[in-house]
């Protein structure tokens, strides 16, 4: 199994350029197969999630070509199964865009139950409800969610809780409904805006995404386009915060600074300089980092999938910190991992209560999720002595190359699977 081994304590300093946002993506690629022309889609992420997806769509008869690492073109106009198995759902979160675009171009899919990472109880309903509501019978018939309608007609839809997936299912669902539909109470993060851009330039009409009601008038087809994904926020701030947890001064190229409005906020307030440029941002950080408290939300607030992130580096800074988790019941396994590494970190409900130490200490830890297993690696790249970070396959889910761009960065880590690997790396770094 593979594995990083990181010895800590450099800061990181240089450039570091940032790719193609996963969650926008996944939603991307799920809305190509909705014409029967050909589209390109570039600035893709070569990350696990989306390799899994392109596979899922290629096993339902889409054509899918790469035109290279970061490009790729897909034609959905032979699809001739609507049901997808299993076996690439368990995988990722996002396989239940695909019902909204398979529901929204043939009236029918049958999509099982979604996977993704462990940090809740992940319910669906809103999706559901959203469906039904544009006049689709849905069932859940032996672990697969079957979405059915003679037609699809456009409705007023209010969301109970703010939900990225619903908002994107629905918009695509609707896309080619008859008539307007209309949905209150609408995520807003950026992605959302990139998965409407790109339904829009593929002749789609919907108008208020990134506000909270988002109208889409059906229109009877889709076309063929070609559309570049926006950068992505989570990666980059991931990035932010292991410069301002080393110590470090990095300059975070290939980003929109305005989605990282709440990432940069935030460390300005323990102590960072942050410095924008059109599209970069330069993080550096202090000699010492202060404390501070926040509370994940939904976009423009701070994202959840930043969480763990803030939460290993506040465990370094001066301080009691807390950290209030408002969008998943389940997203602070990590904190038992990183106690192994000295962190002084209690969890009370929905809230981590975080006492600043003066360093962290390497140790063996293993990745529970995507987000957590980053942050883990950020504590390991500030951490005195050797880190080893197990069940990596998580954070491969949504970071290209994150050990290359770190060790761009001055890190000392390395992707190993042998006990060899791991002495080489030892030695080399004593
Ligand atoms: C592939 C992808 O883009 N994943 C992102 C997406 O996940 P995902 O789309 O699953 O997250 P949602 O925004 O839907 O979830 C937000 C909240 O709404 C609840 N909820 C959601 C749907 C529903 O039908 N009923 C319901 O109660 C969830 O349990 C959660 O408490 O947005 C999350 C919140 O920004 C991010 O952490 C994930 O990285
Ligand atoms: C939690 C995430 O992904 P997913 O929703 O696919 O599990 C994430 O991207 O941080």
Known sequence: MEQYIIK??????????????KNAALGILAASIMTDETVIIDNLPDVRDINVLLQAIEGIGAKVERINQHSVKINGSQIGDLNIEYEYIKKIRASYYLLGALLGKYNRAEVALPGGCNIGSRPIDQHLKGFRALGAQVDIEHGKIVAEAKKLVG????????????????????????????????????????????????????KGAGTDIIRIKGVEKLHKTEYSIIPDQIEAGT????????????????????????TSAKLMEIGCEIEEFDDSVRVKAPLKLQHTHVKTLPYPGFPTDMQPQITVTLGLAEGISIVTES????????????????????????????????????????????????ALVIAGLAADGITEVEDIVYIERGYEDFEGKLKKLGAQIAKVSTEKEITKFKLKVS
């Open 8 to 21: 800590g304590g450099n800061p990181l300093s240089g450039e570091v350029e940032i790719g193609g946002a």
């Open 155 to 206: 409705n007023h839809i209010y969301l109970d809780v703010v939900t990225v997936g619903a908002t994107i299912n629905i918009m695509m669902a609707a896309a080619m409904a008859e008539g307007t539909t209309i949905i209150e109470n609408a995520a807003k993060e950026p992605h959302i805006v990139d998965v409407a851009n790109f339904l829009n330039s593929m002749g789609a009409n919907i």
């Open 239 to 262: 990035f932010m915060f292991a410069a301002a947890a080393t110590g470090g001064n990095v300059v975070v190229k290939n980003v929109i600074p305005k989605h990282l409005e709440a």
């Open 327 to 374: 969008i998943f019941e389940n997203r602070f396994k990590y904190v038992d991992e990183m106690a192994r590494m000295g962190a002084q970190i209690k969890v009370e409900g929905n809230s981590a209560i975080i006492d600043g130490v003066s360093q962290y200490t390497g140790a063996k830890v293993s990745a529970p999720d995507l987000r957590a297993g980053a």
